[in-house]
């Protein structure tokens, strides 16, 4: 017993990547990584932290993006910004039209289809109330039209549907106001926005609440996924959670909608991926200046909805602070794979899976140790469920500059998506302009120095390393 | 040497309706972010691609910034784009103060017109910048008398203690696990100077978020020895409305807005504007 428990902790350690030891991958052809952050606003020092993207499928010119970015005219602004690009992400533009004080608690968007709509849903400033938006042109400078609104929730993801008459909204969110403790909850709405319902999908006891992350993933065929985490207790800051996936077969138009995947143990909804994982939940600096506690995210084929991709991060307790592992099933949730991928000190995964069946992995992770230490963002691609995988290096920067303004210090989440040949994606990290930390290379929109690897403001004074989101694309793997 | 009055300062201002025309320059200035003084180059133009041209949209050329964010990469020379607020009221060659928000930031900056103040040209830039100096003075002193109007205490004192926050909750609110949780914390202010709604070597209770999240960014924060001026609300934000002081039930408080904390020093100026009519 006591062999094999080694042997056991031996294969863990195998399995886990040593990020310290890895060489950065060669540059890939046709990768593009822009710093979001406009001309117009070089002497921004802010923290941008908790990047989003949304495309537009019917012109793929079009892009919007997030972050914890504010109204440049200060904290008492009645609005707060997003980024919009009108030619496929090259340069970007800042906008106030979202009906928050300044900045946002937090946000996601998402594109509906035919015409383009843009959803958010946000928590608005102040008193954190969940808002869901809507605006029929992105590049509009109107404020946001208000759709629904409540209290006691967190972290709202928007994903949208295309449906033939009518946009499909699906917001996952922790609704404190759920009864039983049972808090994770998608707002679904059929009518685009006009009225959201909100489907209860934990069916299990809960330690009084489940875990922030509820994330919807949609495919064509309006096969509807959802992942959450399942806290069933915690023993102080440590959660003990299962991670859970439901399913819907039918856009979640039934009565009683996310039914369709039971697990086996207890025949309830609910397909159990992992059971008994220890989530860390730091509300402090513990990552590379960053929190901890909620990395989730969920893919599923758009083409093929049997293909599902999953990934979470937990404490695997070897040593690590924190550890991203990522799965797949290729039967609809009905089983599951083993880890096909083990990132230690790893968060902010976030998956897509191309047309041609292509898997894309975003994380960003912390290698080495103090003052040396770095975060590296990495997208990996693999076309056979990563027995292979090609491995891409976005951006590689110190963890311990510049010291963190508020939590969190890159993002809770990042994100990818998939559009035709490509993989789009967007993540926040140091902005100082050294090459070096780009190894595929970077374009700046506000005004930088690389040779002396400085950034700069509109009168050429020095200005101060901060947090910046970059927008990025590289070809699918054929 | 500028001795003029404030009221004085005030002027007819270029406004759409006769019932904005007469607004005050601090009037002007309250509702701007982005104050420079510019000559109109072109009009149903715009400097920058991203903006859609109209009616409505002058170039004008920056002469001297008066006003901006630190963020903002604003200097004389640069042209930026002005929706104003009526069209047609700008020729070309006109220069003036404006009196903008923030609209489109790109490779350029576009804004939003208030209003505009007519220059003599050329508009004496010192003078427009000590008087929007004084303007933006009027309506920080305005904000403050609001708060300290509504504030329930003002003291001036040290903060004695600072420890985590017990609340009592409602039975049918337990308590969240959230990365937007305040995490309360309540100080322990000994109060030094009573200049409304206390008085001196009291011991009040503030209450204020010990988290890092940004939802709480910007929050004043406090530090045991930290001396200042404080403008203390009653508690209406935990849902624990009293907290225990030497075993003593008291009325708890926050200073949640940024100008509820000021320095020591500004005791005299927070006195003087109580006093003002």
């Known amino acids: 017993m006591h062999a094999k428990m080694i042997a056991a902790a031996v294969a863990l350690f195998v399995a886990c990547e040593r990020p310290v030891d890895q060489a950065p991958p060669a540059k890939l052809a046709g990768v593009r990584v822009v710093d979001l952050i406009p001309a117009s ?25 997030s972050a914890f970015t504010p109204n440049p005219g200060g904290s008492a602004s009645a609005t707060a910004p997003i980024y919009v690009s009108d030619d496929g992400g090259d340069s970007w533009t800042l906008r106030n039209t979202l009906p928050s004080q300044a900045m946002t608690a937090d946000i996601t968007h998402a594109v509906g289809g035919n015409p383009p709509v843009l959803y958010a849903g946000i928590m608005k400033v102040p008193g954190f109330p969940l808002n869901e938006l809507k605006t029929s042109d992105f590049l509009s400078v109107a404020t946001m039209t208000l759709q629904s609104s409540r209290p006691d929730i967190d972290q709202p993801f928007v994903r949208t549907t295309d449906v033939a008459n009518a946009d499909r909204v699906y917001i996952g969110l922790n609704d404190f106001d759920a009864p039983e403790g049972r808090t994770a909850t998608v707002d679904v709405s059929h009518n685009g926005g006009a009225t959201y319902t909100s489907r209860r999908i934990e069916t299990r006891n809960t330690m009084g609440q489940n875990g922030p992350s509820v994330r919807p993933a949609v495919a064509q065929d309006h096969t509807v996924y959802v992942a959450y985490f399942g806290w069933r207790s915690n023993t102080g800051s440590d959660v003990t959670s299962d991670v859970v996936v439901v399913r819907d077969d039918s856009g979640a138009t039934g009565a009683t909608p996310f039914r369709h995947l039971l697990d086996p143990s207890d ?58 592992h990522v799965r797949r099933s290729t039967d609809r949730g009905a089983t599951w794979s083993g880890d096909l991928r083990t990132l230690t000190n790893a ?69 990818l998506l998939t559009r035709g040949n490509q993989f789009l994606g967007i993540f926040s990290a140091n902005n100082t302009p050294d090459s070096t930390n780009f190894p595929q290379g970077v374009v700046y929109q506000r005004r930088v120095d690389f040779p002396t690897h400085r950034l700069l403001d509109g009168a050429g004074a020095p200005v101060a390393v901060s947090i910046d989101p970059f927008f990025f694309s590289a070809p699918v793997l054929p | 040497m500028h001795t003029r009055s404030p009221m004085l300062l005030a002027v007819a201002l270029a406004l759409p309706g006769s019932a904005a025309a007469q607004l005050s320059r601090a009037a002007l200035v309250k509702q701007s972010d982005i104050i420079f003084i510019g000559t109109v180059t072109q009009v149903h133009a715009v400097a920058v691609p991203e903006v859609p041209a109209s009616d409505r949209t002058i170039v004008v050329r920056i002469d001297q910034v008066l006003e901006k964010p630190a963020a903002v990469a604003l200097t004389p020379g640069d042209s930026v784009t002005v929706q104003t607020v009526r069209p047609g009221s700008l020729k070309p060659g006109t220069q003036a103060t404006f009196y903008t928000t923030g609209w489109i930031f790109g490779r350029g900056v576009a804004v939003r017109e208030v209003g505009h103040e007519l220059g003599h040209s050329p508009v004496v830039a010192a003078d427009q910048q000590e008087a929007v100096a004084r303007a933006r003075h009027e309506v920080n002193d305005a904000e403050l008398r609001a708060h300290i109007r509504t504030a329930a205490m003002v003291v001036a004192g040290r903060v004695e203690q600072v420890r985590p926050a017990e609340l009592t909750p409602a039975p049918a609110r337990p308590k969240r696990i959230t990365e937007h949780d305040p995490d309360w914390q309540e ?62 039930s008291v009325p708890a408080y926050t200073a949640l807005h940024q100008v509820d904390v000021l320095s020591k020093a500004d005791a005299l100026r927070v006195r003087a504007l109580i006093r003002k009519p």
């Open chain 1, 41 to 65: 606003l070089s002497g921004e020092t802010w923290q941008d932290a908790e990047p989003f993207l949304a495309l537009y499928a019917s012109n793929t010119k079009l892009m919007a993006a």
């Open chain 1, 267 to 324: 025949h309830l909804p609910g397909r159990l991926v992992a059971t008994h994982v220890t989530i860390p939940w730091s509300n402090a600096a513990t990552l590379g200046q960053e929190r901890i506690g909620s990395t989730l995210s969920i893919a599923v084929d758009a083409l093929h909805s049997d293909n599902v991709y999953l990934a979470w991060a937990d404490r695997v307790g070897t040593g690590d602070i924190y550890t991203v």
């Open chain 2, 187 to 248: 100080a322990i202010i000994a109060v030094q100077d009573a200049i409304k709604g206390a008085q001196a070597g009291d011991r009040v209770v503030v209450r204020f978020p010990g988290s890092s999240d940004v939802a709480w960014v910007g929050t004043p924060r406090f530090a045991v020895g930290q001396e200042a001026t404080f403008l203390l609300h009653k508690d209406s934000t935990t849902g624990s409305p009293f907290a225990m002081v030497a075993g003593q």
């Open chain 1, 347 to 415: 968060t902010d995964a976030s998956l897509a899976v191309s047309t041609n069946g292509t898997v894309g992995l975003l994380y960003q992770q912390v290698t080495g140790s103090g003052g040396t230490s770095r975060w590296v963002t990495r997208l990996e691609q693999s076309r056979d469920g990563f027995a292979t995988h090609q491995d891409v290096v976005l951006a590689t920067v110190p963890a311990t500059t510049p010291t963190f303004q508020f939590l969190p210090y890159i993002g809770d989440y990042n994100y």
